[in-house]
């Protein structure tokens, strides 16, 4: 156990649906950072957020939105779902914005299939 | 923004024999720089990573290296086992500024018995 958990661990929805992916950090991270990884493809970067705000942004679609609450556990919203959605969605924390000497510790992951 | 290429993407090695994964970044003010490795269906795990004042580190059978000057960093796993088999991701940031990690699109490692 990492000690970052995320849930569920596996959605399977439709076209157009939404769906909210939930994060809860190391207990002391302060940041979050969210991870999209499709088939054979490596992890790409979508969003950051530090103590409850938003701090980077990476490819992150329109369609895609997050947040932070103030216990420190964030969403990931997916709305207007398409098939190439479907994917893993990793989240990850950090103890501080420049995580000094720590890294990113993963979460299990969340595997959303749209179909 | 930063940009990490790796290579190879799959590399198969016999049981035994050194493993080397090489990765480029283009910011130069790049100065974080850590390997994880990721099993089927697992999340990611730090295995090692480099900072940029130090030029080489080991872990028992892993090491990195970095040459800032040319901007590239590698990993070399010796006497690789069966169960070094996995996907690794080199990554690449700035602390002190925004934290998040660009990472390479992953070279998957095979050992043979």
């Known amino acids: 156990d990492s000690g970052v958990t995320q849930t569920p661990k596996h959605l399977i929805t439709a076209t157009g649906q939404r769906v909210t992916l939930r994060c809860s950090p190391r207990?002391?991270?302060?940041?979050v950072y969210w991870y999209q990884q499709s088939l054979d493809q490596g992890l790409q970067f979508l969003i950051q957020?530090?103590?409850?705000?938003?701090?980077a942004k990476g490819n992150i679609l329109e369609r895609f939105s997050a947040q932070q609450f103030p216990d420190l556990h964030s969403e990931l919203n997916l709305s207007s779902l398409e098939l190439g959605d479907s994917a893993l969605y990793f989240c990850?924390?950090?103890?501080?914005?420049?995580?000094?000497?720590?890294?990113?510790?993963f979460g299990s992951g969340t595997r959303l299939t749209v179909v | 923004g930063e940009n990490v290429e790796q290579h190879p993407s799959t590399l198969s090695v016999q049981e035994g024999d050194s493993a080397v994964i090489k990765c480029t970044y283009s910011?130069?003010?790049?100065?974080?720089f850590p390997w994880y490795k990721q099993e089927l269906g697992k999340r990611p795990q730090l295995i090692i990573d480099?900072?940029?004042?130090?030029g080489e580190k080991k872990d028992q059978r892993i090491a990195v290296t970095l040459n800032k000057t040319a901007k590239h960093f590698s990993l070399h796993i010796t006497e690789t086992q069966p169960e070094d088999s996995a996907v690794y991701f080199c990554?690449?940031?700035?602390?002190?500024?925004?934290?998040?990690?660009?990472f390479g699109k992953g070279t998957k490692l095979s050992v043979k018995p």
């Open positions: 207990s002391g991270d302060l940041s």
């Open positions: 990554a690449a940031s700035k602390e002190g500024s925004q934290g998040n990690l660009i």
């Open positions: 957020y530090y103590n409850g705000e938003e701090r």
């Open positions: 910011d130069s003010a790049s100065n974080y």
């Open positions: 480099i900072r940029s004042n130090v």
């Open positions: 990850a924390s950090s103890v501080e914005m420049n995580f000094a000497n720590y890294g990113y510790t």
